[in-house]
């Protein structure tokens, strides 16, 4: 099954764009700042979460549009296709609406039917950021296998945000309140370390199999915030409030957890490593987990200007490792010659000004 008539109203610079007939492979040609990535981001917020810029809706509303936009697609072949769509509406630009064959739904939900990565420019800092940029990586990969991921981990920041209000609070909080705050922290919190170790190990090992090159191999870590158990977590929960008060937030548990990520071969911290040795890693990583799909939900892979950045040997190995997958793959590009390896076989457009026109 595959993403197809993928439609975009008042989304950034589109203001009525339309891409019917997609291909496994499927290239967005066209200068700076035409669209391109802006079609990708479209594509990832029929995931749950906030898309690959991770920006605020209001921002990806037309300027000179209505204040609001509308993202829809076909899942499937036609008559026999599902509808997922998704947007805002003028009254209430901040809140998502999402639409499953025009039902009304929740953005989780998305994750049952689709599993989307990507890899953006953008990421390539993800190595030099803080821990949290690494966790929403991590996160994002466990839920296009785990789509009860995406809800665990929302029970977990919500318990958590209670909790913080409670320890800022200047009033002596209610013991039994934090109790049942804490319980909840501990249940959504074990499950979401064990899920997160689960793929690190997962991961590791498909990338432990790999060759050193062309693409520099990372080794992967979790190191946990807290106890991954949840009544271990509950206990030491419980036994840091007095510090936690002091701090007026929670210093343990899942929301601190890191995913170290170091070159294979040199030992080497991936922070340290050249920006091209980092980009090489990302894109290993990326590979390495749309190997892990399984068939249970269609695929994609959205790689934002990733073929330029590469020398010839490398692309071609890229498109190599592509053709083995099973994802329907996006990749954007200033030109069409970077893609020579695989044009022949992919659904071309042409992106000029937030216009889209299929060229092949």
């Known amino acids: 099954m595959a993403l197809d008539r993928i439609q975009l109203a008042n989304f950034r610079n589109h203001r009525d ?8 492979f499927n290239l967005l040609v ?5 669209g391109k990535t802006n079609v990708l981001e479209a594509i990832s917020l029929l995931s749950p979460g906030r898309g690959l810029r991770h920006a605020a809706l209001p921002e990806m509303a037309s300027q000179n549009g209505p204040g609001s936009f509308a993202i829809s697609a076909d899942l499937g072949a036609d008559g026999d296709a599902l509808r997922l769509g998704t947007g805002t509406v003028p009254d209430r630009p901040s809140r998502r609406i999402v639409q499953i064959n025009q039902a009304d739904a929740p953005a989780i939900r998305l994750a049952e039917w689709l599993s989307i990565g990507w890899l953006t420019p953008a990421m390539d800092r993800l190595f030099a950021e803080g821990a949290g940029a690494r966790r929403r990586f991590l996160d994002r990969m466990v839920m296009a296998l785990a789509p009860d991921h995406a809800r665990n981990a929302t029970r977990l920041e919500s318990a958590l945000r209670e909790r913080n209000r409670l320890l800022a609070d200047p009033a002596e909080p209610d013991p039994t309140w934090l109790d049942a705050i804490e319980a909840q922290i501990a249940e959504c919190g074990a499950m979401v370390s064990q899920a997160r170790l689960s793929m690190t190990r997962r991961l590791d090992r498909t990338l432990a199999a790999l060759p050193d090159s062309p693409f ?12 991954t158990v949840q009544s271990e977590l509950a206990r030491a929960l419980k036994d840091s409030r007095s510090r936690d008060r002091a701090a007026t937030r929670t210093l343990i548990g899942p929301h601190r957890d890191e995913l170290a990520v170091t070159m294979a071969g040199k030992d080497q911290p991936a922070a340290v490593c050249s920006t091209g040795e980092q980009k090489a890693m990302l894109i290993a990583i990326t590979l390495a987990h749309a190997s892990l799909l399984g068939a249970e939900r269609p695929r994609l892979l959205l790689l934002d200007e990733v073929a330029a950045h590469l020398d010839p040997v490398r692309r071609e190995a890229l498109f190599d490792r592509l053709r083995q997958g099973k994802a329907q793959v996006w990749l954007t590009g200033t030109e069409l010659a970077p893609f020579e390896g695989i044009a022949a076989e992919a659904a071309v457009w042409q992106v000029a000004a937030g216009s889209v026109e299929r060229v092949s």
């Not at 339309?18 to 496994?24: F, M, N, Q, Y």
């Not at 066209?30 to 035409?34: D, H, P, S, T």
């Open 17 to 24: 764009t339309v891409l019917s007939g997609t291909a496994r």
């Open 216 to 227: 520099a191999r990372p080794a992967l870590a979790y190191q946990p915030g807290g106890p």
């Open 30 to 34: 066209g200068e700076n700042g035409a």
